[in-house]
């Protein structure tokens, strides 16, 4: 039995990039992954995931994602291959929706450059885009898209360059904390540390049953459809974008890596569902139908034809902010998932948190968001 600092349940966004923060503050880390490096079971895969400085959700994120652009630039300039692609961000809907006024709201608190553009400014400036009338966007330059594949198997690698212990294909049967110390217990072995970060999106619930209640994992599917000028959907003339339409709350990215401009719909068919059962092969025809009629709507240029689909997971909270917190009754255990279909972005920055928390026990960064203690059922 090997000791250790620190285990990591969980190399996806959140565990990978606490395992390299980890290791370079000298914690003798060991990472386990259940599935492989970067896999496509989670929440962590798809190509592309969005960043942003504009965020509607809330002002208080602004500063973490300040901190995350610049750990993605360093990872980036160590990996030696570019994962942030600068693009701009665009949110909008109609001129009263919570994206409209939230995104304007988070650049005027912290000064962000941005632009409000009618249908017509946006179609002028970004051909593609083809709002209703009635609504406007927020455009912000900083914003743009990650590769999620790459930023993960990145700070893996870069991790083990620092120490951390790494292993894939490793799942976890048990684990247990007490008196300042936790033991895990896998099919290959047992595994001592002083203490225990649980990054594990979906499966958190099975791992931390006391999180089950506020935790649901929810089936999400993303589909890339053909363009009939696929200069009008480069990055370079294609933002990324937040929009609410009818009801409802979009998202997408120019064409990149793979044919076709990525959309998705927040929340998608409303389907809770067990990680272990899902059907992950599977996309129907409800589900593109879901989104087809977005792309005619709002999109010039864009086609019917779906050229592939992916299904992934969100792991949403009641409040669809993250937990970032230790587990009550057990000081040892550190929760770090659960982030609600938005929180691939902020992983270098969680990865820098849990460093500090488990080394110093605190944290320059501001998380009271995602204390626990905003549900007290947990300790009811």
């Excluded at 969005?50 to 809330?58: C, G, K, N, P, W």
């Excluded at 047992?190 to 499966?203: C, I, P, R, S």
């Excluded at 000081?331 to 500090?356: M, N, Q, R, T, Y």
Aim: glycine fraction near 8%; charge should be negative; aromatic fraction near 8%.
């Amino acid at each position: 039995m090997k000791p250790y600092d620190v285990i990591v349940l969980g190399a996806g966004a959140m565990g990978s990039a606490a395992a390299l923060h980890l290791a370079r503050q000298g914690q003798r880390t060991l990472v386990l992954e259940r599935f492989g490096v970067a896999h496509d079971r989670g929440s962590s895969h798809g190509l592309t995931r969005i960043i942003r400085l504009a965020y509607f959700e809330h002002p208080s994120y602004v500063p973490l994602l300040r901190r995350a652009f610049e750990l993605w630039r360093d990872l980036e300039r160590q990996a030696g291959e570019p994962i942030l692609h600068v693009t701009g961000s665009l949110d909008a809907g109609p001129v009263d929706s919570r994206t409209v006024s939230g995104s304007i709201r988070s650049c005027r608190e912290h000064d962000l450059p941005y632009d409000v553009l009618t249908p017509g400014d946006l179609a002028a400036r970004f051909p593609a885009y083809r709002l209703p009338a009635g609504h406007v966007g927020v455009f912000q330059p900083d914003g743009g898209f990650l590769v999620p594949e790459r930023c993960i198997a990145a700070s893996l690698e870069l991790a083990r360059v620092a120490g951390a212990d790494v292993r894939p294909a490793e799942g976890v049967v048990r684990w247990e904390a007490k008196r300042g110390a936790v033991t895990v217990d896998t099919a290959r072995g047992t595994y001592e540390a002083g203490q225990l970060v649980v990054a594990a999106g979906a499966w958190a619930p099975a791992l931390v049953p006391s999180l089950g209640p506020l935790l649901t994992p929810e089936r999400q599917v993303v589909a890339w459809f053909d363009v009939a000028d696929r200069d009008a959907f480069a990055p370079e003339r294609f933002p990324v974008f937040n929009l609410e339409w009818e009801g409802e709350h979009w998202y997408g990215f120019p064409e990149f890596s793979a044919p076709g401009f990525k959309v998705g719909c927040y929340h998608h068919r409303r389907e809770a569902v067990d990680p272990e059962r899902l059907d992950r092969a599977h996309v129907d025809d409800d589900d593109l139908a879901l989104l087809r009629p977005l792309v005619r709507a709002c999109f010039a240029g864009a086609q019917d034809e779906v050229l592939q689909a992916k299904v992934c997971i969100f792991t949403n909270t009641p409040d669809e902010d993250f937990i970032i917190d230790r587990l009550p009754g057990s000081p040892e255990v550190l929760i770090a998932s659960a982030c609600s279909g938005h929180g691939f972005k902020f992983a270098a920055v969680v990865g820098e948190i849990v460093a500090d928390l488990i080394a110093r026990g605190s944290t320059t960064h501001d998380i009271a968001r995602h204390a626990l203690a905003r549900f007290p059922q947990l300790s009811a």
